[in-house]
């Protein structure tokens, strides 16, 4: 893979200028850790051990071109991927909208609550789940409209540096305290190569490292950060690997600790997302030491609030962008995006109030449209990278094209698979 994250000899570019870069590839792990990885992985090490181990590291690698298109395509052509969808043709544009505005609303409701749930730790006094929601929302939106892109990138490093520390340390403990029957115990462990797990892995790959559209999430945060920044093709390549590779290791890091912690250990796993928030929180501090516990529950929470601020903004771009594309319009309006920022917020916080109960069955259910339309995504992402014609440093090589077309196979063999098991059996 070294046309995956190889760059020009000239005009390299410093360490810290390379570091000084890292911003949309950042937000971008943000966006995806706080689903996929902080319940998703865990739980897959809970249930299964590390049987699972190796499928999350191919799906990591398999979904890797697709993801990487969206900085490709904006470094080569100033455009944004929503732009690139647009010009494939109105209909695609379309269907990618709709899905959207479904996913921001859903993903946003179920992250609010979740980030509510842990902001309960702190509260000493009893607030209802709506009020908690509130809460948190009403501080999303005043760091987003008074601070825009500068205030996320800089909240998302912080985020994603403590998390990884503090995760690490966990682990390294759970690995020289873990029991020397660890490998009997995973070996017992549930097979998950059966029919009755693929609506598990179904769930887990499908948002792992996050769904394909996030790469035109990535594609805006780029084109944001280019109007501001001096980004070059190295440097804004860096920053994708840094946070797609980053990504890959916390998902074997989670997948670690639930392993090591709580696989074998007879714990019935909590349903909900929020349960389980509480009880991966009580699982670090079993770990790390009690002493740790409000310390960790405020990692997990800023975790879980970073990727819900993230997801906010992101998906306002793009819808925004693509109301634009749309109706034929030159420039973007900010206040467009901002009253997308608070449409989807409002929407989200009137799920939590309203229809809290059908919260998980709609997570569910976007869940499994993030997974049935990957390939699809993934597809449209590959057109664009390899129909445009674009730098040599930025282009699609061998290496990264015959990548390209196996992680094709594998996503619509594995829809194929769902949908055989879904309702053809």
């Not at 590959?382 to 040599?392: A, E, N, R």
Request: aromatic share 12%; charged share 10%.
């Amino acid at each position: 893979m070294d046309d995956v994250i190889t760059a020009p000899n000239k005009n390299k570019a410093s360490l810290s200028q390379l570091l000084g870069s890292l911003g949309p590839g950042i937000m971008m792990a943000a966006a995806a850790v706080g689903g996929s990885h902080l319940v998703a992985s865990t739980k897959a090490g809970a249930i299964y051990g590390w049987q699972l181990a190796g499928l999350i590291l191919l799906v990591n690698l398999l979904k890797y071109p697709f993801f990487r298109s969206g900085v490709q395509y904006t470094m080569g052509t100033g455009k944004s991927l929503v732009e690139g969808y647009s010009q494939l043709g109105r209909p695609y544009l379309w269907a990618f909208v709709t899905l959207s505005s479904i996913s921001a609303v859903v993903n946003t409701a179920a992250l609010l609550l979740f980030s509510a749930s842990l902001l309960g730790y702190f509260i000493p006094v009893d607030l209802s789940m709506p009020v908690l929601s509130g809460i948190v929302l009403v501080t999303c939106l005043t760091i987003l409209l008074a601070g825009h892109y500068k205030a996320l990138d800089t909240l998302s490093k912080l985020i994603m540096a403590t998390l990884t520390i503090s995760t690490l340390i966990a682990v390294s403990i759970a690995f020289t305290s873990s029991d020397p029957t660890a490998t009997t115990i995973a070996a017992d462990s549930p097979s998950p190569w059966t029919l009755a797990a693929i609506g598990f892995i179904v769930v887990t790959m499908g948002w792992m490292p996050a769904p394909i559209e996030i790469s035109s999430l990535t594609s805006m945060w780029l084109k944001s950060q280019r109007k501001h920044t001096n980004v070059t093709a190295q440097s804004a390549l860096f920053d994708f690997n840094v946070g797609y590779i980053g990504t890959a290791i916390l998902a074997m890091v989670f997948l670690a600790l639930g392993a090591l912690v709580l696989n074998g250990t007879g714990v019935e796993l909590a349903q909900s997302g929020i349960g389980f928030s509480h009880q991966l929180v009580g699982m670090y501090a079993s770990t790390i030491g009690e002493w740790s516990r409000y310390l960790i529950a405020v990692i997990a929470f800023f975790c879980i609030f970073g990727s819900t601020i993230t997801v906010i903004d992101g998906y306002s771009r793009v819808i925004s962008e693509s109301q634009r594309l749309l109706k034929n319009q030159p420039e973007t309006n900010p206040k467009v995006t901002q009253a997308w920022m608070v449409f989807i917020s409002m929407s989200a916080l009137a799920i939590i109030v309203f229809w809290a109960s059908a919260l998980m069955p709609m997570l569910n259910f976007a869940m499994i449209m993030a997974f049935i339309t990957t390939p699809f995504f993934a597809l449209l992402n590959y057109i664009l990278v390899t129909k445009t014609p674009l730098p040599t440093e930025l282009a699609v090589g061998k290496k990264l094209k015959w990548l390209s077309i196996v992680g094709l196979v594998y996503l619509f063999g594995f829809l194929a698979l769902f949908v055989w098991w879904k309702w053809l059996i």
